[in-house]
């Protein structure tokens, strides 16, 4: 396991790694989960009215941070979570809002810097701590890169017979490709640290706000 502060999994992808884990729907964290977490460093880091930019590379690295041990604990991997994409995040984490919102907030982590994290979106900027995710997500790619560098060897062309031309068969229209899910990028993780990862559709964004202000309303004195 690499060291904390070199983890290469956000809280979305933790929670979606406990939820497979555990084989169980809804949010895959308990209450106890969440309080066996030391979120000292992260409290320093999420404070309200830190610049946007330092919470995109402090906070969010400082979240990491604390959730890595309980994502070590489950026996996860980085390759077991390769792949997983923005739906099943936003989904996951809109149903642990009201589990993991409330910890959060009691540990001095200012929600409305996790807020502010929506931000780090646009920015283009990967944290360090995730920065080690999209070269993990290509092992594929980089192998078949690999192999195409070798030189290969060459063999002396043969002699072809000539034969006349033949008519070209008209080719056949290709079938359109199908969408496919796209993976997690350093910006979609560091939105969803913030419980409100970006939705596709309003619809979306709906039902993670209705779930953060049910979890700040039972967090209230």
């Known amino acids: 396991m690499a060291r904390p502060r070199s983890a290469l999994l956000a809280l979305a ?4 790694a406990f939820g497979a884990a555990r084989a169980q729907a809804g949010c895959p964290l308990t209450a106890a989960d969440v309080q066996a977490i030391n979120f000292s460093k992260a409290a320093q880091a999420c404070r309200a009215g830190t ?3 330092q919470l995109c590379e402090s906070c969010v690295c400082a979240l990491v941070e604390a959730f890595t041990p309980a994502v070590a604990a489950a026996g996860f991997t980085q390759d077991q979570v390769t792949g997983v994409n923005q739906d099943q995040a936003t989904q996951i984490l ?3 809002a009201g589990t993991v ?3 959060l907030r009691s540990a001095g982590i200012s929600i409305q810097a996790l807020f502010q994290l929506q931000s780090c979106q646009g920015s283009g ?3 360090t701590c995730l920065a080690g995710l999209a070269q993990a997500q290509q092992p594929a790619q980089n192998g078949t890169a690999q192999q ?3 030189p290969q060897a060459q063999t002396p062309p043969q002699p072809q017979a000539q034969t006349p031309p033949q008519p070209q068969a008209q080719p056949e229209a290709q079938p359109r490709a199908q969408p496919v899910a796209r ?5 979609d993780l560091a939105q969803a640290l913030g419980s409100f990862s970006q939705a596709r559709t309003q619809s979306q964004q709906a039902q993670v706000a209705a779930a953060l202000a049910r979890a700040r309303r039972a967090a209230a004195p």
């Open 125 to 127: 900027v990967t944290p």
């Open 183 to 187: 993976p997690l990028a350093g910006g």
């Open 51 to 53: 610049p946007v930019a």
């Open 101 to 103: 919102l409330g910890p």
């Open 148 to 150: 195409a560098a070798q």
């Open 13 to 16: 992808l933790m929670l979606t």
């Open 94 to 96: 809109t149903t642990c």
